[in-house]
């Protein structure tokens, strides 16, 4: 393999977390060594008003693997979208958040799946309040009823895409998204991209991070299943 291409570009939003930030991206680095990977580690700071900035500014300093934008505060899925779009000539794609260790935790798993799968997306097992359950099914049903084959976590934030496969549905995908991974999910479906839903043990989102799931309501809900399906309804081929 070319060593200039790179084989897996890292995209972590984060927003809000100078608690946990610097143990977080220590120990991706430490997991990418280890697995050999010629890899770039794109960290996007959503805007952050604590010392997120400062602190990843230092970790990147001495670092060229790390490299870090700073944009104003655009929420957590136009941010995961433009990391997306901006890396997609690396060969491989891994989305992740950086409120949870569960995505550091399976990379491995995931990773050696590659040659099987062009897609594989984790699928969390937690403990979700009403309104996230009612909204995750709907989601998940959505998906199945305008691309085909479902995958039930339609939103986890844990995946590992193959940027050949992937390249022109990220340049396609509004930048205003509110949930660009359930459009991902379903255009992956409805492409037959092979694809792995991968049972993860547990999703605990650490104390500290800024991107909280408290804010998702059904207004935001609504908005985000009326852009997945206005998007289908532009692109019917």
């Known amino acids: 393999m070319d060593k200039n291409i790179v084989e897996l570009a890292l995209v972590m939003p984060v927003y809000n977390e100078q608690t946990t930030i610097r143990q977080t991206v220590t120990d991706w680095e430490y997991l990418l060594k280890q697995l050999e990977i010629n890899y770039e580690f794109h960290i996007y700071d959503d805007g952050s008003k604590d010392k997120t900035a400062q602190i990843l500014k230092e970790m990147a300093a001495g670092n060229s693997k790390i490299i870090v934008h700073f944009n104003a505060k655009a929420g957590h899925g136009p941010t995961s979208m433009m990391g997306c779009r901006q890396n997609s000539d690396a060969k491989w794609i891994f989305l992740t958040d950086s409120g949870s260790d569960a995505s550091f935790k399976n990379f491995g798993r995931m990773w050696g799946m590659r040659r099987t799968y062009y897609f594989i997306v984790a699928r969390r097992k937690r403990t979700l309040r009403i309104e996230h359950f009612i909204i995750s099914s709907l ?99």
């Open 139 to 237: 989601s998940s049903i959505i998906i199945k009823l305008l691309y085909g084959r479902g995958v039930f976590d339609v939103n986890s934030p844990c995946r590992l895409m193959f940027c050949n496969a992937f390249r022109d549905i990220f340049q396609k995908i509004p930048e205003n998204t509110y949930a660009p991974n359930l459009i991902i999910t379903g255009e992956a479906c409805r492409r037959q991209i092979a694809l792995c839903e991968l049972q993860i043990d547990s999703y605990h989102v650490k104390p500290g991070s800024g991107y909280n799931t408290k804010d998702i309501t059904f207004t935001t809900a609504f908005k985000v299943l009326y852009q997945t399906i206005m998007f289908r309804l532009k692109n019917l081929q």
